[in-house]
């Protein structure tokens, strides 16, 4: 367990989670996607949160976390720095 009361996990599970969270991009922009989508979704019948669980919560989290998911090199007895960003290009004009 770590000082969070969670397993530390990638360790031993094959899931990786950085408390420090809003340090990464992609999980910061991912996790605010998923908040709205609960936003939008929690004011209908308690189906609607069922569903919103089982089709968006479980998935993304389940990506989020994956041993290839942004905190891939989260590691706290090596590392606790944010691994470096994808380089990107510009997409070409027309393209979104």
């Known amino acids: 367990m770590n000082a969070g009361g969670f397993s530390v996990c990638g360790v031993d599970g094959g ?3 950085d408390p ?3 340090r ?9 996607a998923l908040w709205e989508s609960w936003e939008q979704m929690r004011w209908e019948d308690a189906m609607t949160a069922v569903v919103w669980y089982r ?11 994956a ?3 942004p905190f891939w090199d989260y590691d706290p007895p090596r590392s606790t ?3 470096p960003q994808w380089q990107v290009s510009p ?6």
Do not use: C, H, N
Request: aromatic content about 24%; overall charge negative; hydrophobic content about 40%.
């Open 81 to 83: 720095e944010v691994p």
């Open 67 to 69: 041993e290839d998911g």
């Open 55 to 65: 089709d968006y919560f479980w998935p993304v989290m389940d990506r989020l976390t």
């Open 15 to 17: 899931r990786r989670w």
């Open 91 to 96: 997409a070409p004009k027309g393209w979104f």
């Open 20 to 22: 420090q969270w809003w």
């Open 24 to 32: 990464y991009e992609e999980a910061g922009t991912i996790l605010e």
